[in-house]
């Protein structure tokens, strides 16, 4: 009798050690798509006069065409950078998204150190500029809209910024600014560019930032920033409300985000080194619209390029991918392949 009931227990502790660890399993197992994206060679065309310089800001216009915000040549060596000359040559690109080649350029003499830009529903061209510690609007032909900030005076309040990095504009024409290097907050604009809101602090807590280096919206207003140093993405509503966060584990910096609001997809870039000086690369993240990850390429596989720093990402309408490189000084393109 003992036996039998000794025999019993333990096959009904097999029974449940069992069960856990198939529960276990469906819980942790992640999502991964079986799509993949294919380096596009080739692409940009740009003529040999052409000097591209770090390509630190990407959008797309309501034409399809890639407009890259770029450094022609200046650096970022040290700091502090305000007291840099403005930059003479062209920091502001047009490119044809099929065939590669620039339409058109301007920005010559406005500029210190490009940082971010975005391009809103009306093709107004948005950037920042970390040396000038100050925010522009420009119309789609380059004549300045609006101003925000001081010109090379840093600060934290309503008119002051201190290396402001990345705009994020909403339907409504409402901005929100990622401020930045030295300010660890958002801050929201009305339309006309009156001071709303903010939000953060430096510290790695919920809501927290060091550096956030980029940022964009989705169609519900939710505010997604790459938390730089923090390498993480935090999510927000509209309100500046904490939602969700993904940590990336791995590497030691998350640079920047978008949004392909058709697919409703999030995508992030990552950066490593190893002991601050073997440079690993980069990898390009994609997400549904509650981070749960759905693919990782570049650094770490399916990818054949040369490696990389990528700054700013970009999807166009055929959800093809376009980052900018500023360890090589280039923009790349991948198209998308679909899985079967």
Known sequence: MKYKEISFLYLLITILILGCGNSEKKETKKAISSDYYELVNDWPKLPNSFTLGSPTGLGLDTNGNIIVFHRSGRAWDSMPISHLPLITKNTISTIDAKTGKIIKSWGKNLFIMPHGLEVDNQNNIWVTDCGLHQVFKFDSNGNLLMTLGEAKVSGNDAEHFNLPTDIAVAKDGSFYISDGYENSRIVKF????????????????????????????????????????????QKFDAKGNFIALWQNKITEQLYSVTIDNKNNHLFGIDYMTVNDSIVKGSDIFRFDLNLNQQLQFGRTGFYDGPISRYHDILIDNERSIYVGDILGNKVQKFKLKKGE
């Open 190 to 233: 009305s339309k006309e560019g009156k001071y709303l809101f903010e939000w953060g602090k430096f510290g790695n807590e919920k809501g927290e930032f060091n550096i956030p280096h980029g940022i964009d919206l989705d169609n519900e207003a939710n505010v997604y920033v790459a938390d730089r140093e923090n390498n993480r993405i």
